[in-house]
Structure formats: structure tokens, C-alpha cells
């Protein structure tokens, strides 16, 4: 079976920087991605990793370690409308992207 | 605007029907996956159709059935519906080539069963 574990939710401040860990147990792996989604709306593309390692993009960080089943996804100087689910998700093979059931982040003043 | 279009945005039906979802995908994408987001739930995969051909299945009810015609559109029938049907049900595409599989979703059809 697939599993992946997200926090619920987290509470950050603006300004400051959040971590969001993923843990994942999935039958393949074919690489990692991170989706952002407000509420309501369709999720957006952050970030991909499919080798160990930190790839930053802008405010954005994302780190996978596959050995250990593990990614995080880092924002720095967090703005208000950062709060949003961001959702960790496994390229499984055969084509199936297996989502978890994200985290969702409030960013207070 | 990630491209993708689809249509309704909202619907209302009551159980025991059955109703149709469309989605256009991006230009040139040959994929399209469905997704269904009930509340709180993350996403569930449904069914991966490319180039006309069902690729993968996920957890799709056998009340729910999906095509892809020639043009690449998609429709995902739900039919014999039951409250628990209530949910956003999401496109998504993406192009064949590239080592990034990004997929892109389309803004969701809210579907409520009454």
C-alpha cells in the first residue's frame, strides 16, 4: 500500500520560516513533488525532487532524502498569503502521482 | 491559469443520479488524470487516461467511469450517486515529455448530492 504522513496543520508568523515535514512508505518512487492549494481553489506546482538533496527556488526550499522516505518543504520570510494546504505527493510509477492529505498552514501577523 | 478547463464548476443533484464532468486539458497535453477531494481528504487518485488509452486506475468506484475522446477531452461519469459522492472533483494534465511529470489541474467541479 502507499502511505504518506503530513502534519495536520501548523501556525507560523509572517516573517519568519516554517518547515513541513513529509514522511512517505509507497510500493515505488519515481520522484517527489510539492503542491500548494488554497482553499478551494485547484493546487498549484511548487516544487519536484527525484535525487537527494535541497532544491531551492526563490522564498521555497524542497529537500528529499530517499533513503530515509523523507522530504521537507521550507518557506522563508512568510508573507499572509502563504496560508494555504501545501501537499506532499509520490510519483508512485505508472503514472499515478499519490497524495497525501497535506498540511495546512496559517500564517498570523 | 493553468489551462485546463472544466465544466461545471458547481453542480447540485440529488442521490440516485447521474451527471457528467468535462475537462479540456492544456494544449498539447496527452495525459489527464482525474481526481476527487472530499472535505478534509486529500487527493484521490481516480483514473489516468493518455492519448485516448486508460493508463491507470486508482480508487474508482465501478459506479464511475471515465473517457478520453480523439480531441483529448475527458469526461468522468458518476452515476447512482450517494451523499459520500459529495466532494470537488479535479483535472489535471500533463505533457509526455520532460523528467518532471508537473501536473496541472484544472479550478474543480464542486459537486453536492442532496
Redesign the interface.
Known amino acids: 500500500g502507499q502511505n504518506?504522513d503530513q502534519p495536520t496543520e501548523m501556525t507560523a508568523t509572517e516573517g519568519a520560516i516554517v518547515q513541513i515535514n513529509c514522511t512517505y512508505q509507497t510500493s515505488g518512487f519515481?520522484?517527489l513533488?510539492w503542491y500548494q492549494q488554497h482553499a478551494?481553489?485547484?493546487?498549484?506546482?511548487l516544487s519536484?525532487n527525484?535525487l537527494d538533496g535541497l532544491e531551492e527556488k526563490g522564498r521555497f526550499s524542497s529537500f528529499l532524502s530517499r533513503s530515509k522516505g523523507y522530504s521537507y518543504l521550507l518557506l522563508k520570510e512568510l508573507q499572509m498569503k502563504d496560508s494555504a494546504s501545501y501537499?506532499c505527493?509520490v510519483?508512485v510509477g505508472?503514472?499515478?502521482?499519490?497524495?497525501?492529505?497535506?498540511t495546512r498552514l496559517t500564517v498570523i501577523p | 491559469d493553468s489551462g485546463v478547463t472544466q465544466t461545471p464548476k458547481h453542480l447540485i443533484t440529488a442521490t440516485g443520479q447521474r451527471v457528467t464532468l468535462r475537462c479540456s486539458p492544456r494544449s498539447g497535453d496527452l495525459s489527464v488524470y482525474w481526481y476527487q477531494q472530499s472535505l478534509d481528504q486529500g487527493l484521490q487518485f481516480l483514473i489516468h487516461y493518455y492519448n485516448g488509452e486508460e493508463r491507470a486506475k486508482g480508487n474508482i468506484l465501478e459506479r464511475f467511469s471515465a473517457q478520453q475522446f480523439p480531441d483529448l477531452h475527458s469526461e468522468l461519469n458518476l452515476s447512482s450517486l450517494e451523499l459520500g459522492d459529495s466532494a470537488l472533483y479535479f483535472c489535471a494534465s500533463s505533457a509526455r515529455t520532460g523528467a518532471s511529470k508537473e501536473l496541472f489541474f484544472g479550478e474543480g467541479s464542486r459537486l453536492t448530492v442532496l
Not at chain 1, 40 to 45: D, K, L, Q, V
Open positions: 504518506i519515481n520522484g513533488f478551494g481553489e485547484a493546487p498549484t506546482f519536484y527525484v501537499l505527493a510519483d505508472a503514472n499515478n502521482l499519490f497524495f497525501g492529505t497535506g
